[in-house]
């Protein structure tokens, strides 16, 4: 189908997902869509009981909810920070002083996972600044796009590497990337017509998902499973800035963001290895 096709002209199982967010929200609840509106009716959580799961970026927003998640369907989670400990209870460690801008502190998370082997890495930990950008104004802050681009595409490499390197991945280890919809080069002529066009944001989620297809690739031979994955529209303070569109746009807490990228997780499979998938509705999103 056409990637701008109206999710109600559809004639046939959709390969990929709307990229009018209104428009996808609107057409989900007017078909009652399960699997978009209520996650729970899909979602098999149980299947992470007892995985050593690590998570990166924990202590506040989408990942301290990630983490919640697993500890609740019983996996033993590693949580990483920079500074701030998650207050999470039942985690099974804490490694502080992960910053994965550093290649110091990946020896680091290394040595502290110990003599574990990680079942599934979620490569969370982003950032996003809060002023828009636009050449217009001169309001491109370039110090920003490379700090954006460091943590959110060169981060995830420095993690998936140190743990790949350190024997740290378990046989059939599932790596998730975490990025965003706003990585689609495709997308941008309707998510970003007329502006802002937050030029750090969408850069570094682009090269973030060539990262995650690259990785998707190498690892394949290997055996581990990466995927790329765009967690929906969650009301998170990284978010804030939009909360004015939460509402027609379907933002979700991000207790059910959690559920949405562990029920991806679960379906992860070498076949489907190096997909964007966005975990709203499962659907693919174009590059």
Not at 190 to 211: E, F, I, L, R
Not at 217 to 227: D, L, N, P, T, Y
Request: hydrophobic share 35%; aromatic share 6%; net charge neutral.
């Amino acid at each position: 189908r056409q990637l701008s096709q109206p999710m109600g002209t559809q004639t046939s199982t959709p390969v990929y997902s709307d990229p009018d967010q209104p428009a996808r929200f609107a057409e989900q609840k007017r078909v009652n869509n399960q699997r978009a509106l209520n996650i729970d009716s899909v979602y098999e959580g149980k299947k992470f009981n007892d995985k050593v799961c690590l998570v990166t970026g924990s202590n506040r927003g989408l990942g301290k909810a990630i983490c919640e998640e697993l500890v609740a369907q019983g996996a033993r989670v590693i949580a990483t920070c920079r500074k701030s400990e998650p207050k999470i209870e039942g985690l099974y460690k804490v490694i502080k002083g992960i910053d994965v801008m550093d290649n110091k502190s990946m020896e680091k998370l290394v040595k502290e996972i110990g003599e574990d082997s990680v079942d599934v890495v979620v490569n969370n930990a982003g950032y996003f600044m809060v002023d828009p950008e636009t050449i217009e104004g001169n309001k491109c802050d370039f110090s920003e796009e490379l700090k954006m681009i460091d943590i959110c595409a060169v981060g995830p490499l420095r993690v998936t590497s140190a743990l790949f390197n350190g024997k740290k991945l378990s046989k059939g280890a599932k790596i998730a990337m975490i990025t965003s919809q706003g990585g689609s080069i495709t997308w941008r002529a309707v998510q970003n017509c007329g502006g802002p066009y937050d030029y750090g944001h969408h850069m570094s989620k682009a090269a973030a998902n060539m990262m995650g297809r690259l990785v998707a690739m190498e690892m394949k031979s290997h055996g581990i499973i990466v995927q790329i994955l765009h967690p929906g529209f969650n009301r998170t303070d990284m978010t804030s800035k939009y909360k004015h569109i939460w509402d027609i746009e379907g933002a979700v807490d991000s207790s059910v963001g959690a559920k949405r990228v562990c029920h991806e997780i679960n379906l992860m499979t070498l076949e489907r290895a190096g997909m964007f998938i966005n975990c709203e509705d499962g659907l693919q999103i174009p590059w």
